[in-house]
């Protein structure tokens, strides 16, 4: 089990061209509301953080699906990345309440998979990825795209 930080970017945090989406099943596509995209260093290994959220903790709608990959340098990357080579992979959504504190609930993926082109002096990224999880004893298995630009962020990156 590993242990990392979850930072909630503000419900308009998103550029125009900007894209995380992702398919459940037969249920029609989801575009997140907010996305994050940047170079984590909170934890001894930096990571490039990907999240794609719907919803607000308040309102305890929150959704989301986030994933890191390695960092190595500032050379571009186009490669897939999976459980096994370094991926990291997590569900999270609200949960009921208890005494007034709002809830989420995180799940690691036991499958994930992300093939991604990202380009760490541009700035930009873009790909696929697919995971599947198990929720309340039932299997999650979503399948999405993204296309995001880096934040700049300076307390985060």
Not at 49 to 61: A, E, F, W
Not at 63 to 86: C, H, K, M, Q, V
Not at 123 to 138: K, M, P, Q, W
């Amino acid at each position: 089990m590993s242990t990392y930080d979850i930072y909630i970017p503000p419900a308009t945090h998103r550029q125009s061209d900007e894209y995380f989406k992702w398919k459940i099943g037969n249920n029609p596509e989801t575009e997140a509301e907010r996305l994050e995209f940047g170079l984590s260093k909170d934890t001894p290994t930096h990571r490039w953080l990907l999240s794609g959220i719907i919803g607000r903790t308040d309102k305890q709608n929150y959704y989301s699906f986030s994933f890191r990959i390695p960092y190595i340098n500032e050379d571009p990357i186009d490669r897939t990345y999976t459980l096994a080579n370094g991926l990291l992979f997590s569900h999270a959504h609200s949960i009921p309440p208890v005494d007034g504190w709002d809830g989420v609930r995180v799940i690691q993926a036991e499958r994930a998979e992300v093939h991604i082109k990202l380009d760490p002096r541009a700035g930009t990224t873009e790909g696929t990825f697919s995971a599947r999880f198990i929720v309340d004893g039932l299997p999650l298995e979503p399948e999405g795209s993204f296309n995001m630009i880096r934040d700049d962020v300076p307390n985060r990156l």
